[in-house]
């Protein structure tokens, strides 16, 4: 007698049945569609998972470190939030005379700062603080002088020391960044578009810009962040480009162009990280923090200033001209930082 015909029994509605031969041929089972949606699902997270961990070690190889954090007597003590304190080296050693020529940087080997800035995060919301860096504050072992010496005298950690003595405020985070290193990451974002309200040329950092907006690339860019001898308010108009400029950059590299694009966001990532020096203990959660902070400013969340000024462009003998604080002000200024309330609203923006 023949082998009875058999066939599979109809599929209940809104279930596609699936067999699967086990041994001997049995071993038959159903998998429902929503069943067999949550199975691709389960599989993509997975993978988005593996993917996220590939990407969180590679980026935390990335970046370079630096001793820049340090206990010593009389540190201020932890206040409410987090403070990183963000410097833009002017650094020459890496680049060649062909570089030097391109970026208008000339050929002076000492090591100073074109940008020193304090940005808060905390609850009362992001501040992004910049204290020119002709700033004429007591340097730790060097007497009064500008802030810029610190680095120049004893790097990071001097400088963050400095800092925190001037300010009042601890300092948690320290992150970096070097002429070449910032050219780079404009360049790898495929530039960005600033508006001026007015015409800006300097001869010296190569600024040859007209009223209006326009993109810049990375070498634009460097010279519309350095412009400051054509400037009537000089180093207090740069460090509001320097804002400015900043606040550009983070707007572009979190904005849906670059994350939903892993063309995009791949090469300006690896940028990014790679032109980045940080403290020994800032981990990739942190850099994502940061980055995130300084978009919410440019996006108008929180404010950006700059510390108080009594008198800009003081010319003392031996040291050059200095940009002496308003005592009161920066009181005022670093100490809402401190408990993480709303800063004050007078003072430099």
């Known amino acids: ?35 067999r949606i949550a199975l691709v699902l389960l599989v993509l997270v997975v993978l988005a998972a593996a993917g996220g961990v590939t990407l969180y070690v590679w980026a935390g190889g990335q970046v370079h470190r630096t001793d820049a954090l340090a206990d010593y007597p009389g540190r201020p003590a932890p206040g409410k939030g987090t403070n990183w304190l963000l410097v833009g080296s002017d650094s020459r050693q890496s680049l060649t005379p062909e570089q030097r020529e391109r970026l208008h940087v000339g050929n002076e080997e000492g090591l100073n700062t074109d940008t020193i800035m304090v940005l808060h995060r905390g609850d009362s919301g992001p501040y992004l603080v910049s204290l020119p860096r002709d700033s004429y504050v007591a340097v730790p072992g060097h007497g009064r002088n500008k802030v810029n010496v610190a680095f120049a005298e004893g790097g990071p950690e001097l400088l963050t020391r400095t800092v925190e003595q001037a300010t009042g405020l601890r300092i948690e985070r320290y992150a970096e960044v070097d002429f070449l290193g910032f050219v780079r990451v404009v360049d790898a974002l495929g530039g960005v578009r600033m508006c001026l309200d007015k015409p800006l040329e300097d001869e010296k950092s190569g600024a040859d810009f007209r009223a209006g907006c326009q993109e810049m690339d990375g070498v634009r860019a460097l010279a519309y962040v350095r412009a400051r001898y054509a400037d009537p308010e ?60 300084m978009k919410e400013i440019a996006d108008g969340a929180g404010a950006a200033t700059t510390v108080p000024v009594a008198r800009p462009g003081v010319d003392l003998g031996g040291v050059g001209d200095v940009v002496e604080w308003d005592e009161q002000g920066a009181r005022r200024l670093f100490r809402a930082l401190h408990e993480d309330v709303p800063i004050p609203t007078s003072g430099n923006k």
Do not use: C, H
């Open 234 to 293: 000089g180093d207090l108009g740069r460090v509001r480009r320097q804002r400015q400029l900043i606040g550009a950059l983070a707007d572009k590299m979190l904005g849906a162009g670059v994350l939903l694009n892993p063309f995009a966001l791949v090469p300006a990532l690896d940028s990014a990280l790679s032109a980045l020096t940080v403290d020994r203990e800032a981990g990739v959660p942190d850099l994502a923090r940061l980055g995130w902070a």
């Open 1 to 35: 007698m023949g082998q009875p015909s058999w066939s599979p029994p109809p599929s209940p509605q809104g279930t596609t049945t699936l067999y699967r031969a086990g041994r001997g041929g049995r071993g038959r089972r159903r998998v429902s569609w929503p069943k």
